[in-house]
């Protein structure tokens, strides 16, 4: 099915620092404004994404709903990820298909055994909650796009009635990815080795 996708964001060609998180807060709610009222659900992305989410939603008037996540990481030693594991679901990359399975079972379970630890009676499930719903991503800092996909995955899989990923910064490598399957919002796009400094 095709989903109609609309992008809203700056290009800066430095990193911004926004006056507080407050502020940064207020600026995606006066972005995200016409969805108050209307049936919608924020899920925060990360820890530091809580507090920010928590505010989207309540000025909103949405339901909110914390799902982390961790990255699986390449066996080879390499930082990079081969797919994203979180209480409801394990997504891959298809472009690691030749890893073996049990690699990546294992890793499963024992990354979401840490979730399990480290956010005891904090499991949010997704399943049957994002039916006919504006699903509002969240987070603070973006600097890969593979946590934001393999949400994407899973919340499409509730049937939602429309995606929207709304980050206060991005790194400029994570923004064609995640554009191609949700609308956005992103208040600043910034250059990927300037991410650190963009708080």
Not at 30 to 47: D, E, F, Q, R, T
Not at 117 to 132: A, D, E, K
Not at 186 to 191: D, K, N, T, W
């Amino acid at each position: 099915m095709m989903r109609h996708r609309k992008s809203y964001g700056m290009k800066d060609q430095g990193a911004y620092l926004f006056a507080s998180q407050e502020n940064t807060t207020e600026l995606l709610i006066s972005k995200l404004s016409n969805y108050k009222g209307k049936a919608s659900c924020v899920i925060a992305l990360s820890n530091n994404a809580v507090v920010m989410a928590k505010e989207v939603a309540k000025k909103l008037g949405a339901h909110l709903l914390f799902v982390p996540s961790r990255q699986i990481k390449d066996p080879s030693g390499s930082d990079e990820s081969i797919g994203v594991v979180s209480f409801d679901y394990v997504v891959t990359n298809h472009s690691f298909r030749d890893i073996p399975q049990d690699y990546i079972y294992r890793q499963a379970q024992r990354l979401r055994s840490e979730l399990f630890s480290s956010y005891p009676g904090v499991h949010s499930s997704i399943h049957s909650r994002l039916q006919n719903r504006s699903v509002i991503l969240i987070d603070d800092l973006v600097q890969t796009s593979d946590k934001i996909l393999g949400l994407l995955d899973a919340v499409y899989n509730q049937d939602p009635r429309e995606v929207i990923v709304a980050v206060p910064v991005i790194a400029e490598g994570a923004v064609q990815p995640i554009m191609k399957r949700s609308s956005t919002l992103f208040l600043r796009i910034i250059s990927n080795h300037s991410i650190e400094n963009a708080y």
